[in-house]
């Protein structure tokens, strides 16, 4: 009984999605290899082709393409299942990783949207696009409002300079007509 967390990226967008599938869906993923078209239709997503980048085991490690095999501890130069960013040029690293082919083992396959379907992602997801639209919305009018009270404040603080100033000359005058 195989079963696999789908994480399925939209380029498009730069959205993520999550879906599980379990038994005869799964069961059409397993020998395919990284690289490889998968049409949506098996797992309710009619129309799309998506491409699979990677994955990982039940343990976390990552799916490399080239890798034979199940499980391999191989010296790499960076790519996946490197680890570290940004490290100098020409360290080298013994890391394990899992090999290029689906097997039961495997928890989590990434796919790659290909060729989108009749219907939307977002839709048949759930996920609608209107929601970050409105809460950049939101965010835009926080903006103004809190320019408008910037203003105000230095409105108000150049009416405050500018009355002392006519107070003193009063003062002053006053000051004189005594005298």
Do not use: W
Not at 104 to 126: A, M, P
Not at 154 to 176: L, N, R, S, Y
Request: glycine letters at 12%.
């Amino acid at each position: 009984m195989a079963s696999f967390k789908l994480t399925i990226a939209d380029p498009k967008t730069g959205n993520t999605y999550q879906k599980e599938v379990k038994e005869q869906a799964a069961q059409g993923f397993i020998g395919l290899n990284i690289g490889e078209n998968v049409k949506g239709d098996s797992f309710d997503m009619q129309g799309y082709e998506m491409q699979i980048t990677g994955g990982s085991d039940y343990c976390g490690f990552p799916m490399r393409k080239g890798i034979l095999g199940l499980r391999k501890k191989i010296t790499l130069l960076g790519g996946v299942g490197f680890g570290a960013r940004g490290t100098e040029k020409g360290i080298r690293r013994r890391k394990t990783v899992c090999g290029h082919k689906i097997h039961e083992k495997i928890v989590q396959i990434n796919l790659k949207i290909t060729k989108e379907g009749s219907k939307k992602i977002g839709d048949i997801f759930g996920k609608k696009e209107e929601k970050k639209e409105e809460a950049k919305e939101a965010k835009a009018e926080k903006k103004e409002e809190k320019k408008e009270a910037k203003e105000e404040k230095k409105a108000e603080a150049k009416k405050a300079e500018e009355k002392p100033e006519e107070g003193k000359e009063e003062k002053h005058k006053e000051a004189k007509q005594e005298k």
